[in-house]
């Protein structure tokens, strides 16, 4: 088995900074109860959702535009036997431009095939960017996806 961490990308007829400006707009595409401020470097958040999954992330690095990254500072999945498995893991989104177009890189680095929560957590990774923060970024409203 690799140790490979969960990816996924998207190409956008947005422009950076409509892509960059929707991932900062976390309570518009992540669906769940969003608490805490999501705008700049060394804010904490937390995320919700309902009984099964909490979950508090720092943002530790932003450059407008291009990169934003959340440590995820604590964890409680209730789905699984180790509760904690996302604590420690880094949420990644880097955004490029080319061709006309815009590539979102969304990475969750920590979150491999080793883990429990690898098949359930990618699916809903997969759902969040590739339906509702693509949503959000195309037409200015997230998609309920659960």
């Not at 422009?15 to 804010?43: C, P």
């Amino acid at each position: 088995m690799t140790n490979t961490n969960y990816n996924t990308r998207i190409l956008l007829n947005k422009s950076a900074t409509e892509v960059f400006n929707a991932i900062m707009n976390v309570s518009g595409w992540w669906q769940g109860e969003i608490n805490g401020n999501t705008e700049k470097s060394g804010d904490v958040f937390t995320y919700r959702m309902k009984e099964f999954h909490f979950s508090e992330q720092k943002i530790i690095d932003i450059i407008p535009n291009k990169k934003i990254v959340w440590l995820v500072t604590d964890s409680q999945l209730n789905f699984i036997k180790q509760k904690d498995e996302w604590t420690g893991t880094k949420i990644i989104f880097e955004i490029s431009e080319m061709d006309n177009q815009t590539e979102l890189l969304f990475t969750h680095e920590g979150l491999n095939p080793a883990i429990e929560c690898y098949n359930d957590c990618s699916n809903g990774w997969e759902k969040l960017i590739t339906e509702s923060l693509y949503s959000l970024i195309m037409t200015g409203k997230g998609k309920n996806v659960f």
